[in-house]
Protein backbone atom coordinates (compact mmCIF):
# COMPACT_ATOMS: atom_id res chain seq x y z
CA UNK A 1 0.00 0.00 0.00
CA UNK A 2 1.05 3.82 -0.85
CA UNK A 3 -0.28 6.77 0.00
CA UNK A 4 1.14 10.30 1.13
CA UNK A 5 1.44 11.78 4.77
CA UNK A 6 0.34 15.40 4.27
CA UNK A 7 0.88 16.27 7.52
CA UNK A 8 4.76 15.07 7.53
CA UNK A 9 4.75 15.74 3.54
CA UNK A 10 6.24 12.60 2.94
CA UNK A 11 5.25 9.72 0.94
CA UNK A 12 4.68 6.32 2.58
CA UNK A 13 4.65 2.79 1.33
CA UNK A 14 3.55 -0.50 3.25
CA UNK A 15 4.39 -3.73 2.29
CA UNK A 16 2.56 -6.53 4.69
CA UNK A 17 3.36 -10.60 4.73
CA UNK A 18 1.61 -12.98 6.90
CA UNK A 19 5.20 -14.74 7.52
CA UNK A 20 6.50 -16.31 11.12
CA UNK A 21 6.90 -12.63 12.16
CA UNK A 22 9.95 -10.92 13.77
CA UNK A 23 10.76 -10.53 18.09
CA UNK A 24 11.12 -7.27 19.10
CA UNK A 25 14.32 -8.53 20.52
CA UNK A 26 15.31 -9.01 16.95
CA UNK A 27 13.76 -5.95 15.51
CA UNK A 28 17.09 -3.54 16.60
CA UNK A 29 19.55 -5.84 14.30
CA UNK A 30 17.30 -6.61 11.92
CA UNK A 31 18.63 -3.73 9.17
CA UNK A 32 22.62 -4.73 9.82
CA UNK A 33 24.47 -6.53 7.53
CA UNK A 34 24.75 -9.96 7.25
CA UNK A 35 22.13 -10.78 9.99
CA UNK A 36 19.49 -13.57 9.48
CA UNK A 37 17.04 -14.14 12.13
CA UNK A 38 17.44 -16.77 14.91
CA UNK A 39 14.99 -19.17 13.71
CA UNK A 40 15.10 -22.38 12.04
CA UNK A 41 12.47 -21.72 9.34
CA UNK A 42 14.42 -18.86 8.34
CA UNK A 43 17.68 -20.85 8.51
CA UNK A 44 16.17 -23.02 5.66
CA UNK A 45 16.04 -20.51 3.21
CA UNK A 46 19.11 -19.37 1.64
CA UNK A 47 20.00 -15.58 1.48
CA UNK A 48 23.33 -13.27 2.63
CA UNK A 49 21.07 -11.56 4.93
CA UNK A 50 22.35 -8.07 2.79
CA UNK A 51 18.84 -7.28 1.47
CA UNK A 52 17.36 -5.00 3.95
CA UNK A 53 20.54 -3.87 5.07
CA UNK A 54 20.62 -2.80 1.12
CA UNK A 55 17.21 -1.46 1.23
CA UNK A 56 18.01 0.87 4.18
CA UNK A 57 21.08 2.00 2.60
CA UNK A 58 19.10 3.09 -0.20
CA UNK A 59 16.14 5.12 1.39
CA UNK A 60 18.58 6.54 3.74
CA UNK A 61 20.09 7.86 1.11
CA UNK A 62 17.12 9.45 -0.02
CA UNK A 63 16.48 11.26 3.07
CA UNK A 64 14.14 8.90 4.25
CA UNK A 65 13.34 5.76 6.88
CA UNK A 66 12.27 2.37 7.54
CA UNK A 67 11.08 0.46 9.76
CA UNK A 68 9.05 -2.24 10.79
CA UNK A 69 5.49 -3.36 12.95
CA UNK A 70 5.75 -7.23 13.61
CA UNK A 71 4.25 -9.67 16.27
CA UNK A 72 5.45 -13.45 16.13
CA UNK A 73 3.07 -16.20 14.47
CA UNK A 74 1.55 -13.13 12.39
CA UNK A 75 3.24 -11.41 9.72
CA UNK A 76 5.28 -8.15 9.75
CA UNK A 77 4.90 -4.67 7.74
CA UNK A 78 7.77 -2.90 7.02
CA UNK A 79 7.27 0.88 6.45
CA UNK A 80 8.97 3.36 3.89
CA UNK A 81 8.79 6.83 4.29
CA UNK A 82 10.29 9.15 1.52
CA UNK A 83 10.44 13.37 2.14
CA UNK A 84 7.78 14.65 -0.43
CA UNK A 85 9.37 18.04 -2.57
CA UNK A 86 6.84 20.54 -3.68
CA UNK A 87 9.52 20.57 -6.75
CA UNK A 88 12.26 19.04 -7.99
CA UNK A 89 15.68 20.27 -8.14
CA UNK A 90 16.71 20.38 -12.42
CA UNK A 91 19.18 17.66 -13.01
CA UNK A 92 23.09 19.16 -12.81
CA UNK A 93 23.73 20.07 -16.37
CA UNK A 94 26.54 17.44 -17.85
CA UNK A 95 29.78 19.32 -17.09
CA UNK A 96 31.69 20.67 -20.17
CA UNK A 97 34.90 19.47 -21.33
CA UNK A 98 38.03 21.22 -20.08
CA UNK A 99 40.98 22.56 -21.78
CA UNK A 100 43.98 23.30 -20.20
CA UNK A 101 46.66 25.71 -22.45
CA UNK A 102 49.94 25.58 -21.63
CA UNK A 103 51.70 28.97 -23.50
CA UNK A 104 53.94 31.10 -21.68
CA UNK A 105 53.33 34.04 -23.96
CA UNK A 106 50.18 35.23 -22.14
CA UNK A 107 48.49 37.17 -25.15
CA UNK A 108 48.44 34.03 -26.83
CA UNK A 109 47.02 32.13 -24.12
CA UNK A 110 44.15 34.82 -23.67
CA UNK A 111 43.77 34.06 -27.54
CA UNK A 112 43.50 30.53 -27.55
CA UNK A 113 41.16 30.79 -24.54
CA UNK A 114 38.87 32.59 -26.34
CA UNK A 115 39.06 30.95 -29.35
CA UNK A 116 37.82 27.58 -26.90
CA UNK A 117 35.05 29.45 -24.45
CA UNK A 118 33.30 30.58 -28.07
CA UNK A 119 32.79 26.95 -28.40
CA UNK A 120 31.01 26.86 -25.39
CA UNK A 121 34.38 24.82 -23.63
CA UNK A 122 35.70 25.59 -20.10
CA UNK A 123 39.78 26.44 -19.97
CA UNK A 124 42.55 26.70 -17.76
CA UNK A 125 45.70 28.45 -18.21
CA UNK A 126 49.23 28.07 -17.09
CA UNK A 127 52.56 29.81 -18.17
CA UNK A 128 55.01 27.41 -17.79
CA UNK A 129 56.06 23.54 -18.42
CA UNK A 130 55.96 22.91 -14.33
CA UNK A 131 53.12 24.62 -13.77
CA UNK A 132 51.22 23.15 -16.66
CA UNK A 133 52.02 19.30 -15.12
CA UNK A 134 50.70 20.40 -11.85
CA UNK A 135 47.57 21.80 -13.28
CA UNK A 136 47.48 18.77 -15.63
CA UNK A 137 47.48 15.97 -13.15
CA UNK A 138 45.13 17.75 -10.41
CA UNK A 139 42.29 18.80 -12.75
CA UNK A 140 42.97 15.41 -15.19
CA UNK A 141 41.77 18.27 -18.02
CA UNK A 142 39.31 16.46 -21.20
CA UNK A 143 42.65 18.03 -23.67
CA UNK A 144 45.74 19.90 -23.29
CA UNK A 145 47.44 22.62 -26.34
CA UNK A 146 51.10 22.95 -25.54
CA UNK A 147 53.97 25.00 -26.82
CA UNK A 148 57.05 24.04 -27.61
CA UNK A 149 58.88 27.07 -26.37
CA UNK A 150 58.09 27.69 -22.81
CA UNK A 151 60.65 28.79 -20.12
CA UNK A 152 61.80 26.11 -17.80
CA UNK A 153 61.38 23.12 -19.73
CA UNK A 154 59.85 22.81 -23.24
CA UNK A 155 57.03 21.39 -25.00
CA UNK A 156 58.60 18.07 -25.87
CA UNK A 157 59.97 17.71 -22.72
CA UNK A 158 56.53 18.33 -21.11
CA UNK A 159 54.76 16.01 -23.42
CA UNK A 160 57.30 12.78 -22.37
CA UNK A 161 56.48 13.75 -18.85
CA UNK A 162 52.96 13.97 -18.94
CA UNK A 163 52.99 10.54 -20.93
CA UNK A 164 54.74 8.90 -18.14
CA UNK A 165 52.36 10.04 -15.30
CA UNK A 166 49.42 7.08 -15.36
CA UNK A 167 46.96 9.50 -14.55
CA UNK A 168 47.83 12.06 -17.48
CA UNK A 169 48.96 9.65 -20.15
CA UNK A 170 45.71 9.49 -21.30
CA UNK A 171 44.77 12.96 -22.60
CA UNK A 172 44.91 13.92 -25.87
CA UNK A 173 47.26 17.08 -26.39
CA UNK A 174 47.58 19.52 -29.63
CA UNK A 175 50.68 21.28 -30.20
CA UNK A 176 50.58 24.95 -31.23
CA UNK A 177 54.39 26.28 -31.86
CA UNK A 178 56.16 28.57 -34.52
CA UNK A 179 58.47 25.40 -34.49
CA UNK A 180 57.86 23.11 -37.33
CA UNK A 181 58.31 19.82 -35.93
CA UNK A 182 55.52 17.47 -36.21
CA UNK A 183 57.03 14.84 -36.33
CA UNK A 184 59.04 14.04 -33.43
CA UNK A 185 55.62 15.94 -31.36
CA UNK A 186 53.61 13.09 -32.92
CA UNK A 187 56.08 10.21 -31.97
CA UNK A 188 55.93 11.54 -28.85
CA UNK A 189 52.25 10.94 -28.23
CA UNK A 190 50.85 14.08 -29.60
CA UNK A 191 47.06 13.94 -30.90
CA UNK A 192 47.99 16.66 -33.61
CA UNK A 193 50.39 19.49 -34.43
CA UNK A 194 49.39 22.61 -35.24
CA UNK A 195 51.83 25.55 -36.06
CA UNK A 196 51.19 29.56 -35.06
CA UNK A 197 49.78 31.65 -36.32
CA UNK A 198 46.60 29.71 -35.67
CA UNK A 199 44.04 29.73 -38.03
CA UNK A 200 40.93 30.21 -35.97
CA UNK A 201 38.48 27.25 -37.49
CA UNK A 202 41.13 24.60 -38.41
CA UNK A 203 42.26 24.79 -34.85
CA UNK A 204 38.34 24.72 -33.44
CA UNK A 205 37.64 21.67 -35.64
CA UNK A 206 40.58 19.82 -34.48
CA UNK A 207 39.98 20.68 -30.87
CA UNK A 208 36.03 19.47 -31.19
CA UNK A 209 37.60 16.43 -33.45
CA UNK A 210 39.18 15.11 -29.99
CA UNK A 211 36.86 15.97 -27.10
CA UNK A 212 34.79 13.80 -29.00
CA UNK A 213 37.02 11.61 -28.95
CA UNK A 214 37.88 12.00 -25.21
CA UNK A 215 37.28 8.35 -23.40
CA UNK A 216 37.02 8.37 -19.89
CA UNK A 217 39.46 6.49 -18.10
CA UNK A 218 39.15 2.43 -16.53
CA UNK A 219 39.51 2.40 -12.61
CA UNK A 220 40.77 -0.74 -11.15
CA UNK A 221 40.13 -1.38 -7.65
CA UNK A 222 41.96 -4.15 -5.75
CA UNK A 223 44.72 -4.34 -2.88
CA UNK A 224 47.04 -6.79 -4.93
CA UNK A 225 48.79 -3.90 -6.28
CA UNK A 226 50.72 -6.74 -8.65
CA UNK A 227 46.97 -7.32 -9.99
CA UNK A 228 46.52 -3.70 -10.69
CA UNK A 229 49.63 -3.34 -12.38
CA UNK A 230 49.42 -5.83 -14.80
CA UNK A 231 45.33 -5.05 -15.57
CA UNK A 232 46.93 -1.68 -16.10
CA UNK A 233 49.77 -2.54 -18.46
CA UNK A 234 47.78 -4.92 -20.34
CA UNK A 235 44.86 -2.38 -20.67
CA UNK A 236 46.76 0.41 -21.50
CA UNK A 237 47.93 -1.53 -24.38
CA UNK A 238 44.33 -2.34 -25.14
CA UNK A 239 44.22 1.63 -25.90
CA UNK A 240 42.37 2.53 -22.67
CA UNK A 241 43.24 4.94 -19.96
CA UNK A 242 43.73 3.68 -16.81
CA UNK A 243 43.81 4.82 -13.03
CA UNK A 244 44.09 2.73 -9.82
CA UNK A 245 43.20 2.67 -5.88
CA UNK A 246 44.29 0.22 -3.73
CA UNK A 247 41.45 0.22 -0.88
CA UNK A 248 37.59 0.87 -1.20
CA UNK A 249 38.04 4.41 0.81
CA UNK A 250 40.99 5.21 -2.23
CA UNK A 251 38.15 4.25 -4.73
CA UNK A 252 35.49 6.30 -3.28
CA UNK A 253 37.78 9.66 -2.95
CA UNK A 254 38.67 9.04 -6.59
CA UNK A 255 35.35 8.49 -7.74
CA UNK A 256 34.08 11.48 -6.36
CA UNK A 257 36.66 14.02 -8.36
CA UNK A 258 36.01 12.81 -11.96
CA UNK A 259 33.79 9.94 -14.06
CA UNK A 260 34.81 7.17 -15.57
CA UNK A 261 33.75 4.45 -18.29
CA UNK A 262 34.21 1.36 -16.19
CA UNK A 263 34.89 0.48 -13.04
CA UNK A 264 36.63 -3.24 -12.15
CA UNK A 265 36.15 -3.74 -8.51
CA UNK A 266 37.69 -6.60 -6.19
CA UNK A 267 35.00 -8.03 -3.69
CA UNK A 268 37.36 -7.91 -0.76
CA UNK A 269 39.27 -4.65 -0.42
CA UNK A 270 40.94 -3.07 3.26
CA UNK A 271 38.81 -0.14 4.71
CA UNK A 272 35.49 -0.48 2.63
CA UNK A 273 34.81 -3.67 1.10
CA UNK A 274 33.78 -4.20 -2.57
CA UNK A 275 29.90 -4.28 -1.46
CA UNK A 276 30.23 -1.45 0.70
CA UNK A 277 31.62 0.55 -2.29
CA UNK A 278 28.68 -0.77 -4.31
CA UNK A 279 26.46 0.74 -1.52
CA UNK A 280 27.89 3.85 -1.50
CA UNK A 281 28.56 4.32 -5.29
CA UNK A 282 24.84 5.16 -6.46
CA UNK A 283 25.16 8.31 -3.74
CA UNK A 284 27.82 9.80 -6.27
CA UNK A 285 26.54 12.01 -8.88
CA UNK A 286 29.92 11.28 -11.19
CA UNK A 287 28.65 7.45 -10.83
CA UNK A 288 25.39 6.81 -10.54
CA UNK A 289 25.17 5.49 -14.08
CA UNK A 290 29.10 3.96 -14.34
CA UNK A 291 28.90 0.62 -14.98
CA UNK A 292 31.02 -1.92 -12.58
CA UNK A 293 32.40 -5.58 -12.93
CA UNK A 294 32.69 -7.28 -9.69
CA UNK A 295 36.12 -9.96 -9.43
CA UNK A 296 37.05 -12.11 -6.88
CA UNK A 297 39.57 -14.15 -5.82
CA UNK A 298 36.92 -17.12 -4.55
CA UNK A 299 34.42 -18.88 -7.20
CA UNK A 300 31.20 -16.43 -7.00
CA UNK A 301 28.58 -17.92 -4.80
CA UNK A 302 24.60 -17.39 -6.84
CA UNK A 303 23.04 -15.42 -3.81
CA UNK A 304 26.40 -13.04 -3.85
CA UNK A 305 26.51 -12.53 -7.57
CA UNK A 306 22.62 -11.86 -7.43
CA UNK A 307 23.15 -9.31 -4.20
CA UNK A 308 25.73 -7.42 -6.42
CA UNK A 309 23.50 -7.02 -9.20
CA UNK A 310 21.20 -5.97 -6.65
CA UNK A 311 23.39 -3.01 -5.84
CA UNK A 312 24.14 -2.25 -9.90
CA UNK A 313 27.12 -4.24 -10.61
CA UNK A 314 26.89 -5.31 -14.39
CA UNK A 315 29.26 -8.31 -13.99
CA UNK A 316 30.73 -10.68 -11.72
CA UNK A 317 34.02 -12.28 -12.72
CA UNK A 318 37.03 -14.57 -10.82
CA UNK A 319 40.66 -14.15 -11.11
CA UNK A 320 40.73 -17.91 -11.54
CA UNK A 321 39.87 -16.94 -15.24
CA UNK A 322 43.34 -16.83 -17.15
CA UNK A 323 43.95 -13.51 -17.75
CA UNK A 324 43.58 -13.46 -21.26
CA UNK A 325 39.72 -14.57 -20.55
CA UNK A 326 39.69 -11.80 -18.21
CA UNK A 327 41.04 -9.31 -20.16
CA UNK A 328 38.43 -10.29 -22.90
CA UNK A 329 35.35 -10.50 -21.35
CA UNK A 330 36.43 -6.66 -19.71
CA UNK A 331 37.32 -5.48 -23.30
CA UNK A 332 34.37 -7.00 -24.67
CA UNK A 333 32.22 -5.33 -22.24
CA UNK A 334 33.68 -1.64 -22.73
CA UNK A 335 33.10 -2.19 -26.82
CA UNK A 336 29.39 -2.69 -26.39
CA UNK A 337 29.22 0.12 -24.26
CA UNK A 338 31.23 2.81 -26.69
CA UNK A 339 28.77 1.13 -29.24
CA UNK A 340 25.71 2.13 -27.41
Do not use: W
Amino acid sequence: MAYSDAKSAEAVVEITDSGIGISREEEQYLFQKFYRAENPYTRQVAGTGLGLAIAKTIIDQHQGKISVESQPGHGSTFIVRLPLHKSLKPADKAVEPLVLIIDDEKDIARLIKSYIERMGYRTALAHSSQEGLRQAHQLLPDLITLDVMLPDMDGFETIAALKRDSKTRGIPVIFLSIIQDRERGLKLGASAYLTKPIHEEVFQETVRTFLHKTIKPILVVDDDRDFCQLMEQRLVREGFSVETAHDGKEALEKIRQRSYQLILLDKNLPEKSGVEVLLNLRAERLARETPVIVVSGSAPMEDLAHEIEVLGAKKYLSKGLDLQELLAEITRFVRRGEKR
